[in-house]
């Protein structure tokens, strides 16, 4: 494939923090690599955060969106991370994604 987007994770923060390693990242592919995370990477104490800002994960769900993106940025030659807020909807999402990616970066569907 040409872009793989990860989408495996255990996505309830009240349950990863009964089971922290079942929240733990599944290790993933070395294509163009997007791993969805979170906005839970940060600490939450100011309302706009930046690329650069430093992640400061104050429960396991963060903490394992965290550790995802650390494996992907020092394993993986060619990814994007996504951090996002809440996805909903019957994949709206997925193919607003998809339209963009293949506009910007000519990727086959």
């Keep these: 494939p040409d872009v793989v987007i990860n989408c495996a994770a255990l996505s309830v ?3 990863c923090e009964m089971d922290p390693e079942a929240a733990m990242p599944i290790k993933v592919p070395t294509y163009l690599v ?3 995370s979170t906005g839970q990477v940060y600490e939450g104490t100011k309302s706009l ?3 650069e800002d430093e992640t400061v994960a104050v429960n396991v769900y963060g903490k394992s969106k965290v550790e995802a993106e650390h494996y992907v940025s020092e394993n993986c030659q060619n990814y994007a991370l996504l951090r996002t807020s809440i996805i909903y909807g019957p994949q709206i999402f997925c193919v607003s994604l998809c339209s963009f990616l293949q506009a910007q970066h000519h990727y086959p569907t």
């Design 13 to 15: 923060p009240r349950v």
């Design 34 to 36: 997007i791993p969805l």
């Design 49 to 51: 955060y930046k690329e």
